[in-house]
């Protein structure tokens, strides 16, 4: 089945500073979708982004289809940022459950 | 709009003991989706229903588990003889899945202990 691969696996930042997550993936998608989730471990949406660029406030995220990455920007952190990303795809074909990273575990202090 | 819902929130149960864990949908959605997810990883596919039937249950890791979606709304995941290692949190999650589209969005989980 596809491998997703999500860098880096724990990220420490102050309060302001920026980000970049990473997900690699091994095969071509029809669905890609980054998660925060949060301490109470609720999925929270962030983007449905199987292609393409697109921007959410202080979030944007792009993915690179042909070359199969995603990439999720996380502008002027807040505290309330903290929590695991997940990064998540599906290759379609009939196979549409969603197969997750193992996610990057962001904190970010005040 | 209300959410994908979950229920119940928590369940204790002894090894051995049968379970059911139930899922409701976003209103209008087609597909839904079961996940389960133990500590320190992502989520991992069980079984996908498009309105009635299962579609893909690829996911399931034994003949103890199994899902129902009789009217193709609600859904209910079953585990007979539990044991220890089936400890997780169960997640569903439900999909509008039009064409080209299948933005799935996840309820707040059941969290499973086997004792």
């Known amino acids: 089945g596809i491998q997703v691969e999500q860098s880096p696996p724990d990220l420490i930042l102050q309060e302001g500073a920026n980000s970049t997550l990473r997900c690699n993936f091994s095969?071509?998608?029809?669905?890609l979708q980054w998660f925060h989730q949060n301490p109470w471990g609720q999925l929270i949406n962030l983007f449905y982004?199987?292609?393409g660029t697109k921007q959410n406030g202080r979030l944007s995220a792009t993915t690179v289809a042909t070359e199969r990455y995603s990439l999720l920007y996380i502008s002027s952190s807040q505290t309330t940022d903290s929590g695991v990303y997940f990064c998540a795809v599906a290759s379609g074909g009939g196979a549409d459950g969603l197969t997750f990273g193992k996610g990057t575990h962001l904190i970010i202090q005040p | 709009g209300a959410g994908v819902s979950q229920t119940p929130s928590n369940k204790v149960t002894e090894k051995g003991k049968y379970v059911e864990l139930r899922c409701d949908p976003i209103s209008g959605h087609t597909a839904l989706y079961w996940y389960r997810q133990s500590l320190g990883q992502g989520p991992e596919f069980l079984i996908y229903f498009q309105g009635t039937g299962a579609a893909d249950d690829s996911g399931l890791p034994n003949d103890r588990f199994f899902a129902v979606r009789p009217e193709g709304s609600v859904s209910t995941l079953k585990i007979q003889r539990t044991e220890r290692g089936d400890s997780a949190v169960y997640l569903c999650?439900?999909?509008?899945?039009?064409?080209?589209?299948?933005?799935?969005?996840f309820g707040p989980g059941t969290r499973l202990t086997v004792l």
């Open positions: 095969d071509s998608v029809n669905n």
């Open positions: 999650a439900s999909s509008y899945r039009t064409s080209g589209r299948d933005e799935q969005f």
């Open positions: 982004i199987p292609s």
